[in-house]
Structure formats: C-alpha cells, structure tokens
C-alpha cells in the first residue's frame, strides 16, 4: 500500500456547525483511514478557552481522533489562532501528538515545514501585537485561572470583534508577507512549506536565494472540506462534499511533488 500523509486545517468546528463537525467525523471514520499520519494545522475548534471546558462536541471530536489513532494512523496537532489554549490534557483525550511551530519533517524525501500561518501576516501590525500577548504564557496562565463564565464570555466579544474588523481590512492586510514566507525558508531550509490560515487554497511557486520553493495553502471546511494528500509521487488537493462522499479533486497541485 502506498504511503500517504494528510493535512487539514480550519475547520472551526463550533456548536453553531453541526453539518461541518458531522463531516468531520465522517471523514475521521472513512477518507482518513487510508492514511499512515494526519496533521491538524490549527483552528480545529472555532474557540477554545481551556481543556476544562470540554463539552459533548469536544468529546465527540476526541473520539473520532482516538478511534483513528487507535486504526493506526498518527495523528499530529498544533494549534492555531482560535485553539491556542488546547493542552496536553485534551491532546491525550483525542490520541493527538502536539507539535509546535513551524515543525520540520521530511515529507518523502522534501524538506518541508509545517505552520498555521498568522504568523505570516506580518503586514497586519495590530493582529501581531495582539497575537504576541496572547501568546505569552503568563497571560495564558492567567486567562485559564479566570471562572469559565468569564472566558466564555471574552471568547464571544473576541470572535465578534475580530469578525468586524476583518470585514474592513483589505486582502493585502490579511494575507502572508512574501518577506515573511521567504525567511521562514531560509531559517528551515525547508523547500517546502504547508499552511493555513488564511482559508485561500492555493500552490505557490517562491524563487529564494535562486532556489524554487514551493508553499501549499490549505482551505477551510466551510466550503470546501479543504484535505491536502501528499504521497511520494503525487499531492492533491480535495474538497469532500456535504454528502459525506470520498474526496473530490477541486485543485490539482502536482503529480510529483518533488523539487530540483
């Protein structure tokens, strides 16, 4: 059987989705299956504010992952900008292997690192300052200290305020810093790079230092069932239906992936 790795991410699973979380865990139970490992790049859950929190659709999503991992197939996770309180505690619950950012593997025989991708950004200014706050692990400690009637309800006024104020910035603002991706090259020496976040799809070519690069963006689950599948020979985006069907090809990346 031919070696196979998958790469999702965004999928903001929340209790206002159930047809995306559904989804999901069909896809957990079916497509997933044939793959040796999967890599969740972050944002999962559409918030997280602690693993003390865990209700019936945290713990439906732990178990899908755990049956998966329990067929074999590893799976890896680092969070996002939505998730960034998931611990230990629940990595173990659902059978995941937290990774921290950007994390290099030899992706068959390519150099590749792995990231959500806001760290990119770098030409949103205001979202890098807040992210470097929250990222602090004192204020961490202290968020997850609060009553969790006070999370929740910070966690509402962040996703209302973020949603506003994303309506009014321009694509330019919200999408990767070209300077950015390249010296994420140059400080892995990777040659190639996977990544979400920004939920635009897309396989782009980077020249470095005279070196051809390759970045492959992943898309979100609200419209596409964004799954990335790498081999040794080929990589393929897809889009899984609604209906649950197996993967649909909707971006064709490349029959080798492999780089001179």
Not at 27 to 43: K, N, S, V
Not at 73 to 97: P, V
Request: glycine share 6%.
């Amino acid at each position: 059987m031919t070696s196979r790795t998958l790469f999702i991410s965004d999928l903001h699973l929340g209790r206002s989705q159930p047809v995306i979380t559904r989804q999901f865990l069909d896809f957990l139970a079916g497509p997933a299956h044939q793959a040796d490992a999967l890599f969740i790049l972050g944002d999962l859950f559409e918030a997280w504010i602690g693993d003390d929190a865990i209700g019936p659709l945290e713990q439906s999503v732990a178990q899908g992952l755990r049956a998966l991992s329990a067929a074999g197939t590893e799976i890896h996770f680092l969070t996002g900008n939505r998730d960034f309180l998931l611990g230990q505690e629940y990595c173990r619950r659902a059978a995941m292997r937290p990774i921290q950012e950007p994390f290099l593997i030899n992706l068959y025989g390519v150099p590749t690192v792995l990231l959500h991708g806001d760290t990119l950004c770098t030409n949103d200014i205001a979202y890098q300052r807040f992210r470097k706050r929250v990222m602090d692990r004192a204020w961490q400690q202290r968020m997850l200290s609060r009553p969790l009637w006070f999370r929740r309800g910070l966690a509402a006024v962040l996703r209302a305020a973020s949603r506003a104020r994303n309506r009014n910035l321009r694509p330019a603002i919200t999408d990767v810093s070209a300077g950015a991706v390249e010296e994420l090259f140059r400080q892995s020496g990777a040659q190639r790079m996977i990544h979400g976040h920004t939920h635009r799809p897309f396989r782009h070519r980077h020249d470095v230092d005279g070196q051809p690069r390759e970045r492959i963006v992943l898309g979100d689950w609200y419209d596409q069932g964004s799954v990335l599948t790498m081999t040794s020979t080929e990589s393929e985006l897809a889009s899984i239906s609604r209906a649950s069907r197996p993967p649909q090809p909707s971006v064709r990346l490349a029959t080798s992936p492999r780089i001179p």
